[in-house]
């Protein structure tokens, strides 16, 4: 069964202080990574997809990377307007029509 | 490009009342989704269109959930005998092939007392 994973589940940082998301997943088959940003009482915002093992994008203080086996999500002197929480997604090759299979996501919180 | 929009974007009803939510996709995205989220949890698939034709739906949605999207635009969901469980955010998503990436709406949160 296809699942994703996301680690930690709550993470407080002071501002400039860099830190890691983690995204594990089991799928048979990877047809997309994707990453998205959530603010309270709001639906998801697009960051990043990725495809294959070694991938990596960037947005200002954002990079996520990818594995065969989880990706991760690195925040660079994060400030406090960074604060949301951070979900990943999977869509799997075998069945489904591009349906996105979520984690739980990680909450951030960014404090001065 | 305006976004995604849904309508209402709050929803408060008694149990066993019918609701319907509306989702406007992105103009010239072909496919439509729509997920239901409840609190400290991620997004969860209900159903998929591609154009007008409903491709597929989560053994998860019970058949008091039917969705449409009658002319390939815009899409209902409808929850019929509505239940305490169902309170959520229903959002909704939009893609245009070949790209996989889906945009989300804003979503519509459901509270039934």
């Known amino acids: 069964e296809d699942q994703v994973t996301q680690s930690p589940e709550a993470l407080r940082l002071q501002e400039g202080e860099s830190s890691s998301l983690n995204c594990s997943y089991t799928v048979s088959g990877l047809r997309g990574l994707f990453w998205y940003r959530q603010d309270p009482g709001k639906g998801p915002e697009f960051l990043f997809t990725?495809?294959?093992a070694g991938e990596e994008k960037e947005k200002e203080r954002l990079k996520a990377t990818l594995t065969k086996k989880e990706s991760f999500l690195h925040i660079t002197a994060p400030k406090p307007e960074d604060s949301a929480t951070y979900l990943c997604a999977v869509q799997s090759t075998s069945g489904g029509y591009n349906k996105l299979i979520f984690g739980a996501g990680t909450r951030l919180a960014v404090h001065p | 490009d305006t976004g995604v929009s849904q309508d209402p974007r709050h929803k408060i009803t008694k149990r066993g009342q019918n609701v319907t939510f509306r989702c406007d996709p992105i103009s010239e995205h072909n496919r439509l989704y729509w997920y239901r989220q409840t609190l400290g949890q991620g997004p969860e698939f209900l159903t998929y269109f591609q154009n007008e034709a409903q491709l597929e739906k989560s053994r998860l949605l019970s058949d008091r959930f039917s969705a449409e999207r009658p002319k390939g635009s815009f899409s209902t969901l409808e929850i019929q005998r509505t239940e305490q469980g169902d309170s959520a955010m229903y959002l909704c998503a939009s893609s245009a092939y070949p790209q996989e990436t889906q945009y989300f709406g804003p979503g519509t949160r459901l509270l039934v007392l």
């Open positions: 990725l495809y294959s």
